[in-house]
């Protein structure tokens, strides 16, 4: 499988210690996780709090579309290292430094919004937010590819999806309790503050990967990374393709609803941040580990499997609980059956994605196959709340159980693997 676009490998940064990444990567996978369920589900709560629409909180989700462009500013940070700043902290840092800085701005815009009355411009805001977050996210998945060999890529998989659970508790749970408290514009507020801290931790504790001086040639210094892109589309098998934009599709597809569902059903943002953010999360932490392990112990195409499974057969248990109604019992075995299920697809898609992207120009190889994973569950899912609308909570859930069909099929088309040969090293 990592056969397919081969490319010359980038240079790795000597001196790091497999401990020290793997932290690194926690730290990093925090950065990313913190924006998405702040314009995404935490928003949805406050937007449907507010009064607003299924319709329109189904069309704002597309405020995450920002993350399917990555593949667009991704040869920047491949190319262009920031000058003065780049050079003092390395490219990859550097970039990541200024975009946590835009993605603070862009929450606390957020935070000066009312939905009731100034919905284009919280959506404008969002959109900024994500925008710069997805470019974040392009810059991180550079860093994670650059300063790993192909077989630590799993243990660094690993740590990054534990970085960024911890992240989804805070904009989660974390903001659910201070709006409870002190209102939703103090805890856009807060959660901005805190974008600015991990900014700080970045330059003060992720250690650089090795940067390599790319030949400017030809008179633009893109011209490498495209080049590099081209090949990476045209060698990649299209089956392949199709598995990474429709593996997390159950997924993307329930994500916003569920919030939704979840305030229609009669949760208060209290039980809602005990139950699904903080019981869950820490969930998906264990998935996230059980991930990295079946990592080290099964073939890839294994791991994939069991991933798509569970996570689309957890939706049927999101039909169950607007069946049920207001039971603490039944939010608490979906929450806990897709969150566990969310960490291993998340982290067998991320290491899966990671060998196809190693290159010299890796942040532009990973943010085209994440732009690819990304892009088609967005698409539908903005279109998500005029669904639940036409047909209710129940069939709308059967149906994006149904949606992870086609990548399970694609997953078993892919080539056997023999099981990791030193699980014990890994």
């Known amino acids: 499988m990592s056969d397919h676009a081969a490319a010359p490998s980038a240079p790795r940064a000597p001196g790091a210690s497999i401990g020290l990444k793997r932290f690194a990567a926690g730290v990093l996978g925090y950065a990313?996780?913190?924006?998405?369920?702040?314009v995404l589900g935490t928003l949805a709560i406050w937007l449907r709090e507010a009064g607003v629409g299924l319709a329109e909180i189904g069309l704002m989700s597309w405020a995450s579309i920002a993350y399917s462009l990555k593949f667009i500013i991704a040869p920047f940070l491949d190319a262009y290292a920031l000058g003065p700043l780049g050079r003092a902290l390395g490219r990859r840092r550097a970039w990541i430094f200024v975009l946590q800085l835009g993605v603070s701005g862009g929450l606390a815009l957020m935070a000066f919004c009312d939905p009731t009355v100034s919905l284009p411009v919280m959506a404008a805001a969002c959109f900024a937010a994500a925008l710069f977050s997805a470019a974040q996210d392009a810059a991180i998945d550079g860093w994670r590819v650059d300063v790993a060999e192909a077989e630590q890529q799993g243990v660094l998989a690993a740590g990054y999806q534990l970085g960024y659970r911890l992240a989804v508790l805070t904009s989660g749970a974390g903001a659910l309790f201070i709006a409870e408290g002190f209102g939703w514009n103090a805890s856009y507020l807060a959660m901005a503050a805190i974008m600015l801290v991990v900014a700080a931790?970045?330059?003060?504790?992720?250690?650089?990967?090795?940067?390599?001086?790319?030949?400017?040639?030809?008179?633009?210094?893109?011209?490498?990374?495209?080049?590099d892109l081209i090949l990476l589309v045209t060698t990649i098998?299209?089956?392949?393709?199709?598995?990474?934009?429709?593996?997390?599709?159950?997924?993307?597809?329930?994500?916003?609803?569920?919030?939704?569902?979840?305030?229609?059903?009669?949760?208060?943002?209290?039980?809602?941040?005990s139950v699904s953010k903080v019981f869950g999360v820490a969930l998906t932490i264990g998935g996230a580990f059980l991930g990295g392990f079946l990592l080290t112990r099964l073939s890839m195409r294994a791991v994939l499997v069991i991933g798509i499974v569970a996570s689309s057969t957890t939706n049927l248990l999101f039909a169950t609980l607007h069946g049920v109604g207001h039971e603490i019992w039944m939010l608490a075995l979906a929450i806990c059956f897709d969150n566990v299920a969310s960490g291993i697809a998340g982290t067998a898609l991320i290491a899966f994605m990671s060998k196809l992207a190693a290159s010299e120009f890796s942040a532009t190889r990973y943010a085209v196959l994440s732009s690819i994973y990304a892009l088609p569950g967005h698409l539908v899912g903005g279109l998500s709340?005029?669904?639940?609308?036409?047909?209710?909570?129940?069939?709308?859930?059967i149906a994006t159980f149904l949606s992870g069909l086609p990548a399970l099929l694609l997953c078993l088309r892919l080539p056997a693997e023999r099981a990791p040969a030193k699980p014990a090293e890994a």
């Open 237 to 273: 098998p299209l089956a392949i393709l199709c598995l990474i934009g429709l593996y997390r599709m159950p997924d993307l597809l329930a994500g916003v609803m569920a919030q939704a569902l979840y305030v229609d059903t009669g949760f208060s943002k209290a039980e809602i941040a």
């Open 385 to 397: 709340g005029y669904a639940v609308d036409a047909v209710g909570y129940g069939p709308y859930f």
């Open 201 to 227: 931790l970045t330059v003060l504790l992720i250690p650089p990967s090795a940067d390599r001086e790319h030949a400017r040639t030809e008179g633009s210094l893109l011209e490498a990374p495209v080049r």
């Open 32 to 38: 990313s996780g913190l924006p998405f369920l702040l």
